[in-house]
C-alpha cells in the first residue's frame, strides 16, 4: 500500500480497514507485554504537516513512528503557511522530493487533492481537516471492538455537531456495517453530500444511517454515546452562538437516564466540560475517552505499517 493515501475514511476497503484494526489490536497486546519496537519504518521519514494545535494526534504519531524505527519532523503553521507563504501546490512538490510521507492536519480539506495531484509518489494521511477525521475513527472503532468482543453490531449515536469527527464515524459505520444515529440541532446536520455517500455505503453493509433532532430519543437505543466539542477549530468565532444551539444536547447524567444502562460513553478529546459533556459524566466509569486516546497510538501504527 505505499504510495496510499488515508484523507477519507472511504480510502480503505471494508477488507484493508479491518485489516488496520486487527494489526492495531495486535499492537495493543504487544505493548502490553511490553513489546514495542520494530524497524519497518527502517530509513522512511514522514513529516508532520500541523496548520492547527494538537496533542493526541502529533504524540502518538511521533511515538509510532519513533517505535517503528523511522524519523519525522514537525511543521507548524509559522513555518509553512500553507497557501500563504506559499502555494500548497509548491508545499507537496518540495516535500515530494525529500520525504516518504505527509500526516497533514489542515483547515481546507482540499488541500489534500493539491497533495493527491502534485505528490503522488508520497503516502498521505489526513490527521484532521474541516471535514473529515479519519485516524480518530479507526480508534474509536478499536476501542468499541474491545468493548463488543469484536461484534461490530452496536448502534453509535452521537449527539452534537455534524463536524469532521461525526463524518469520519458516520461514513466507518457505513463502510463496517454498524448503525449510526447523528442528533443534533436543525442546520448542524452533516453535510448532505456526506450523509448520502455514507447511505450508499450502508445500503451494502447493512447499516443503518439516520439523523434527528431528538438527542433523547437517539439515546434510548444506543450501545456507544459520542459527543465532541460544539465549535471546532477555527470556527471560534461562532461559539457563543453555538452555545445556545446546543444547549439542548449536553452529555450528562440527566441525558444518561433515557440510555440504556450498558451505553459507554465517548469523546476524541479536547473536552469542553460544562458544554458538549458534564465533568460528571467524563470522569464516570461509563466513560471510555483515556481507551480512545491510547487506541489512537495503536492505529496510527497499524495504518503506518500497512502503508509502508
Ligand atoms: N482527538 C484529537 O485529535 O486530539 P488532538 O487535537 O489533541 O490531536
Ligand atoms: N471537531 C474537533 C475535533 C478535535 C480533535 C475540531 O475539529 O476541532
Redesign the pocket.
Known sequence: MRGRQYISVLDLTREETLEVLRVAQHLRLQRKAGIRRSDILRDRIWVMLFE?P?L??RATFEVAVRELGGHTFFLGPNEVGLGKREPVKDVARNLARWVDGIFARVFDHGVFETFRRYAPSLSVINA?S?LE?PM?ALADFQTMLEETGGDLGFHLVFIG?G???ANSLMLMSALLGSDFTIACPPGYEPPEDVVKRAKEVASKTGSRIHITHDPVEAVSFADFIYT??WA???QEHEAEERKKAFARYQVNSQLLRHAPEHAKVMH???AHRGEEISDEVIESERSLVFEQAENRLHTVKAMLIMLS
Open positions: 492547527k494538537s493526541r494526534t484532521l474541516d477525521h480518530q455537531d463536524n469532521n469527527v465532541d466539542v471546532s477549530m477555527g476524541c478529546l479536547p
